[in-house]
């Protein structure tokens, strides 16, 4: 099939504009071929290591993994958030991936289930979930540390780290086909961003995301969605 040209025109803009943004459309362009590519490969993987039936705590209390897969849903997407003993908040740049998965929740619940988990008591958990009004993904507790140590969100001396898992359910198998965590191996912490739609507006103006961080200080509770509900 033919390529049809195409392009972008801002009216009132420069000869110099027109000509930069048409060049930033094909880098565009091939960001998107690039990351289709990626996306690929990832497809692709091996069957991952066959795990154990790990388990949690939420508000009806104990829960394992095999338990958080709906009928008809072979996945399941777990952001693993980050808490310190000693602290009274959750890791708030974690906190902010977590609120963007929960307002689309329910759009992934339509192919897939979703969660967020982390090392942290319920108690402080279900609170936590309550400040930051999550209403639609389902907030976890693990039960013991050893699914974090098996997936890398804990490492070896004992420090939490950001982490996507997924696992695949097949008939009484589970297995854990895929992690990634924010650092990546160039040391940066930019590793799950394409997961975090905050950095992709922020990237959008002049001044691109600069040395922004998230904070939990800016973040206050509000009044529940109407309806609130947990998806499983």
């Known amino acids: 099939m033919a390529q049809t040209a195409f392009s972008i025109s801002m009216a009132g803009a420069s000869s110099d504009y027109q000509a930069a943004r048409q060049d930033l459309m094909t880098a565009e362009l091939e960001l998107r071929q690039s990351v289709e590519r990626v996306a690929a490969m990832r497809r692709a993987l091996p069957p991952g290591p066959q795990v154990r039936d790990y388990e949690f705590v939420d508000d009806t209390g104990r829960v394992k993994l095999s338990e958080?897969?709906?009928?008809?849903?072979?996945?399941l997407v777990m952001y693993h958030f980050m808490y310190w003993q000693d602290d009274q908040e959750f890791c708030p740049m974690c906190s902010m991936w977590v609120d963007g998965w929960d307002g689309i929740a329910h759009h992934i619940a339509q192919r897939a289930n979703i969660v967020a988990s982390s090392l942290a008591p319920y108690d402080k958990v279900r609170s936590w979930k309550a400040h930051r009004n999550w209403g639609r993904i389902q907030v976890l507790a693990d039960a013991d540390p050893s699914l974090a140590r098996d997936t890398g969100a804990e490492d070896d001396k004992g420090?939490?780290?950001s982490t996507?898992?997924?696992f695949e359910k097949a008939g009484d198998t589970i297995r854990h086909v895929y992690t990634s965590h924010a650092e990546f191996p160039d040391a940066t912490y930019r590793g799950i961003d394409q997961l975090c739609p905050t950095w992709h507006i922020l990237d959008l103006l002049p001044s691109g995301r600069g040395d922004w961080n998230a904070g939990n200080d800016y973040v206050t509770p509000s009044a529940p969605p109407t309806p609130a509900h947990e998806v499983r």
């Not at 958080?68 to 996945?75: D, S």
Request: hydrophobic share 45%; aromatic share 14%; proline share 21%.
């Open 159 to 161: 420090s939490p780290c």
């Open 68 to 75: 958080l897969f709906a009928p008809g849903k072979p996945y």
């Open 164 to 166: 996507v898992i997924v």
